[in-house]
């Protein structure tokens, strides 16, 4: 499956910004998904996760309540819903996804086997 992330952009602290992750090549049905993120000089970390059929979503400490993600295999596509931005929030956003799961290693970078190209989210002071 290839995936794309857009979405990104430059926006102020407190506003919002969409990201999409559109999935091509297989049905997205089946797919766990996650985004994780890497700021300039820093390891990719963990954002979000949502299970194949959205019944169970996680969330990084940094970004609950903030952040939502979704998944509408209909339209083989994923979202993270960004609120209250922080400039903090600042990196290249990365959407990735595969069939497996496991409760204690999700957030693992090394879990997932297809990853979208990154896109920018810069937040402004």
């Known amino acids: 499956v290839q995936l794309q992330a857009s979405g990104g952009g430059l926006v102020q602290t407190g506003g919002s910004l969409r990201l999409s992750c559109a999935a091509s090549?297989?049905?997205?049905?089946?797919?766990?998904m996650a985004w994780f993120r890497q700021a300039p000089g820093k390891e990719r970390e963990f954002v979000a996760f949502?299970?194949?059929?959205?019944?169970?979503?996680y969330y990084a400490d940094s970004v609950k309540g903030r952040f939502t993600i979704s998944k509408d295999s209909a339209k083989n596509a994923g979202y993270l819903q960004m609120s209250s931005l922080k400039p903090e929030d600042t990196a290249l956003y990365y959407c990735?996804?595969?069939?497996?799961?496991?409760?204690?290693?999700?957030?693992?970078?090394?879990?997932?086997?297809?990853w979208g190209q990154g896109t920018l989210v810069t937040v402004s002071s």
């Open positions: 949502i299970r194949w059929n959205a019944d169970n979503t």
């Open positions: 090549g297989r049905t997205f049905y089946n797919y766990n």
């Open positions: 990735a996804c595969d069939t497996r799961y496991a409760s204690d290693t999700y957030y693992y970078p090394e879990r997932y086997s297809y």
